[in-house]
């Protein structure tokens, strides 16, 4: 199978392209550099250096002598997009290409048009460029559990069945986003729907929960294949950021009462997910929604695992919660599907951990601490 990796360079589009790669099907990356760019803008880097895009793709051919393809370019331009998926001629895009950070997005006024005009935009080319090139073309877009915000029922897997003055439907999952960059993975959402139901596209929409951990199996074979660690307070996702302060000795920073559940995910199982879905495509005309997570924990729990698996004293300050969002609320997720499907969870345990602290300890020195503490407050707009 032909499978497009777009944001490639990134922290979930590397490894999914390698681990497709290893596992059988011809893989090319597209990527625009935008997130390297967000870390001169904030002033961090990775913990852990990464090399450049076209140096890590040779390190493949030369580990492995799998060829992973490359194109340099914005899926804004829509001349680019176009010819991209022309050339390369893919059974599947997965698409990572989108500016990822809750945070960022509310930083002003203009992080918030940024990036919704990057995000919707972007994936809007894309939908055209596949229904005018080829419309058998599978989508495997990149999601997020956030889209739900935290109702107070069970959250479904994209679709409900209501019943309403005696007659009943099928209806999307009602979202209510918690910021401007969760809306617009929601807006992506309707986009890819009422494509799928009027240019009879398939695509499969993946809502994943947080993602921790920096190793998968591919990755791990040459330190030049490493994958981006983010630990600053608006890209670096809660369990790398608190394992780093742990290793530092910097108080685990639970915003509010660390009551918030959120569902978590390996990034094991991520690459594993997109592979699952990328060989059991979509039927044509179908928009399907898979929740990518595999277990659910509050922030509280996950700073107190952390602080369980540390070996030595590690304290948690509460700080106010700079997000607009309920202390604590009910959070039941059905995530059936993709284990349907064969994959088997990695759960969060200590020994993962643990294998978290050896690489921070061995990076510890590239820390900036006062990078890890927030600084977006979203109940005050700002222009900018």
Known sequence: MKILVLGGDGYLGWPTALHLSEHGHEVAVAD????????????????????????????????????IGCYIGDLTDALFTYRMIGDFRPDAVVHFAEQ??????????GHAVYTQHNNVLGTLNLLYAIAEIDPSVHLVKLGTMGEYGTPNIDI??????????????????????????????????????FACRIWDLRATDLNQGVVYGQQTPETSR?????????????FGTVLNRF????????????????GQTRGLI???????CIQIACENPANRGEFRVFNQMTESM?????????????????????LENPRVEAPEHYYNVR???????GLEPHLLSDTLIESLFEITKRYAHRVRPEALRPTVNWRTPASG
């Open 32 to 67: 625009n550099f935008a997130r390297r760019h967000y870390d001169d803008e904030l002033g961090v880097e990775s913990l852990v250096p990464i090399e450049p895009l076209r140096a890590r793709i040779a390190v493949w051919k030369e580990l492995t002598g799998s060829r």
């Open 335 to 341: 995530h059936t599907k993709l284990v349907e499907l």
């Open 243 to 258: 394992v780093i302060q742990a290793v530092i000795g910097h108080p685990l920073t639970v915003y509010g009462s660390g």
């Open 100 to 109: 990822r950070a809750a945070p960022y997005s509310m930083i002003d006024r």
């Open 156 to 193: 479904e897997e994209g679709w409900l069945d209501i019943e309403h003055n005696g007659r009943r439907d099928r209806v999307m999952y009602p979202k209510r986003p918690g910021s401007f960059y969760h809306l617009s993975k929601v807006h992506d959402t309707h986009n890819i729907e």
């Open 266 to 272: 390996d990034i094991r199982d991520t690459v594993r």
């Open 222 to 234: 040459d330190e030049r294949l490493a994958t981006r660690f983010d630990y600053d307070a608006v």
């Open 298 to 318: 509050s922030v509280r729990e996950i700073a107190d695992t952390v602080a369980r698996a540390f070996p030595g004293d590690v304290t948690i300050e509460n």
